[in-house]
């Protein structure tokens, strides 16, 4: 007992009763009672170890639940807003507030093709860019943003880059449809009609035998066929001219 008339059990006296209930009520063997004694302090800090451990995970998960739900109903006020321009001010909020939660990248998407509606490329690359690096790579979302940031390098002028990450796409599951299509259309427009039919044929096997789809690169593999099978003819031609032209200036 101390001075003020409370008890105070030292720590030899805690572990000894400890020992002994091991031993003789709960019926411990005697040579794992003998680990026990020879050990307890390791055995208390560990088990302190496992209580601070257990506390700081529940917490985080209670922290990450409750920012979760928090993020959501965040994203659910923004978009019921009717005025356009305070609607983009909220969805800036829930991106900056809840950055890597769903809500957040959906709110920053949001943002993102606005900018992109708008002409300004420039900033929708980078504004795509920073998203992509909030995601993680198993990340289902990750593919269409990608797509999305090669729209975007295309209309700021950085067509080779653009390319790429077309060509990039096309080899993702899922993806060899649009990515080979968006690859042929540009290539296309570059004059390269050559491989943008490689990527339409591409494309074409990678879409059902019936469908929209289907019918429609069919007409624009044959009409790009026929305009590739022409330029080729007449190159030819234009070559056997210049040399029988060569042929006659010699004789």
Same mark, same amino acid.
């Given at each position: 007992?101390?001075?003020?008339?409370?008890?105070?059990?030292?720590?030899?006296?805690?572990?000894?009763?400890?020992?002994?209930?091991?031993?003789?009520?709960?019926?411990?063997?005697?040579?794992?009672?003998?680990?026990?004694?020879?050990?307890?302090?390791?055995?208390?800090?560990?088990?302190?170890?496992?209580?601070?451990?257990?506390?700081?995970?529940?917490?985080?998960?209670?922290?990450?639940?409750?920012?979760?739900?928090?993020?959501?109903?965040?994203? +659910? =006020?923004?978009?019921?807003?009717?005025?356009? @321009? !305070?609607?983009?001010?909220?969805?800036?909020? %829930?991106? /900056?507030?809840? &950055?890597?939660?769903?809500?957040?990248?959906?709110?920053?998407?949001?943002?993102?093709?606005?900018?992109?509606?708008?002409?300004?490329?420039?900033?929708?690359?980078?504004?795509?860019?920073?998203?992509?690096?909030?995601?993680?790579?198993?990340?289902?979302?990750?593919?269409?943003?990608?797509?999305?940031?090669?729209?975007?390098?295309?209309?700021?002028?950085?067509?080779?880059?653009?390319?790429?990450?077309?060509?990039?796409?096309?080899?993702?599951?899922?993806?060899?449809?649009?990515?080979?299509?968006?690859?042929?259309?540009?290539?296309? +427009? =570059?004059?390269?009609?050559?491989?943008?039919? @490689? !990527?339409?044929?591409?494309?074409?096997?990678? %879409?059902? /035998?019936?469908? &929209?789809?289907?019918?429609?690169?069919?007409?624009?593999?044959?009409?790009?066929?026929?305009?590739?099978?022409?330029?080729?003819?007449?190159?030819?031609?234009?070559?056997?001219?210049?040399?029988?032209?060569?042929?006659?200036?010699?004789?």
């Amino acid at each position: 007992m101390t001075g003020d008339g409370t008890f105070q059990i030292r720590k030899g006296d805690y572990r000894k009763r400890l020992i002994e209930f091991l031993e003789h009520e709960l019926n411990f063997h005697p040579k794992l009672v003998s680990f026990i004694r020879d050990n307890i302090r390791y055995i208390e800090i560990g088990l302190v170890i496992f209580v601070i451990v257990l506390i700081s995970w529940t917490s985080w998960d209670y922290y990450h639940h409750l920012r979760m739900v928090n993020s959501s109903n965040a994203l +659910t =006020k923004a978009r019921a807003i009717d005025d356009d @321009a !305070a609607r983009k001010e909220e969805m800036k909020t %829930v991106a /900056a507030e809840y &950055s890597g939660t769903a809500s957040g990248t959906w709110a920053a998407l949001y943002l993102a093709h606005d900018i992109f509606a708008r002409g300004d490329f420039e900033t929708a690359v980078k504004s795509y860019r920073n998203i992509l690096d909030q995601l993680g790579s198993d990340n289902p979302a990750r593919l269409p943003v990608t797509y999305r940031l090669a729209l975007a390098l295309e209309n700021s002028g950085k067509t080779a880059e653009a390319l790429n990450t077309y060509r990039g796409l096309a080899a993702a599951k899922g993806f060899a449809y649009l990515g080979n299509l968006a690859a042929g259309r540009l290539l296309e +427009t =570059k004059g390269d009609k050559g491989a943008a039919l @490689a !990527a339409y044929r591409a494309a074409l096997a990678a %879409v059902p /035998a019936r469908g &929209s789809e289907h019918d429609f690169l069919t007409v624009k593999i044959a009409g790009l066929a026929k305009v590739t099978a022409v330029k080729v003819e007449k190159e030819k031609t234009a070559v056997a001219g210049k040399g029988a032209s060569a042929g006659l200036s010699i004789d």
